[in-house]
């Protein structure tokens, strides 16, 4: 079973790539389950404007683009989703790369590792909303992260506790593809 970890933010100098490297690192640690990172800066996904709706392409799209992001997911059983939060909600460009695909999120389920200044709590609650639309279960535990008590001197350096949080999140995760 592979797990896509699903690096959301695209911001040059972004501190997304840290944290992904950390959920990596520890799922590399674990036996059972293979883990991917899909970055979503690599995959240059355009704005969702195909004449057909996602939902309804069969995984055919127009786009190069959007066809490789499409295959990248669907090759995936669950999801953690590394998201910051932009101005109380998910950001942009993530949202549009869910919304760009239909059938490859369906069903799936999913975790949250969040950032922000308020540790990223509101852009969770959004994505919970979002991918119920394509009955996601979202896992319960989630590791929320503060811009101001997890970096020091501007690099990542999670407190102790936030490793137990994600160790929750991976046994959660897993278990619901058990």
């Given at each position: ?11 040059k100098g972004r501190v ?74 998910v950001p942009g460009a ?85």
């Open positions: 079973m592979k797990i896509g970890i699903f690096l959301g933010s695209i911001r997304g790539e840290a944290i992904a490297r950390w959920v990596s690192d520890a799922a590399e640690k674990r036996d059972g389950f293979e883990y991917e990172l899909l970055d979503l800066s690599e995959f240059n996904v355009p704005l969702l404007d195909a004449e057909m709706v996602p939902g309804a392409a069969n995984k055919q799209y127009e786009d190069e683009a959007t066809t490789a992001w499409s295959k990248a997911v669907d090759a995936c059983d669950a999801f953690i989703f590394i998201t910051p939060e932009y101005n109380h909600s993530m949202k549009n790369a869910f919304d760009v695909l239909g059938a490859e999120w369906a069903g799936k389920p999913v975790a949250f590792v969040s950032y922000g200044a308020d540790n990223g709590l509101r852009a969770v609650e959004h994505w919970r909303q979002i991918v119920a639309n394509f009955s996601m279960f979202g896992v319960r535990n989630q590791v929320a992260l503060s811009l101001f008590e997890d970096f020091a001197d501007g690099a990542f350096a999670p407190r102790e506790q936030k490793n137990q949080s994600l160790e929750n999140v991976l046994n959660d995760l897993e278990q619901a593809l058990s």
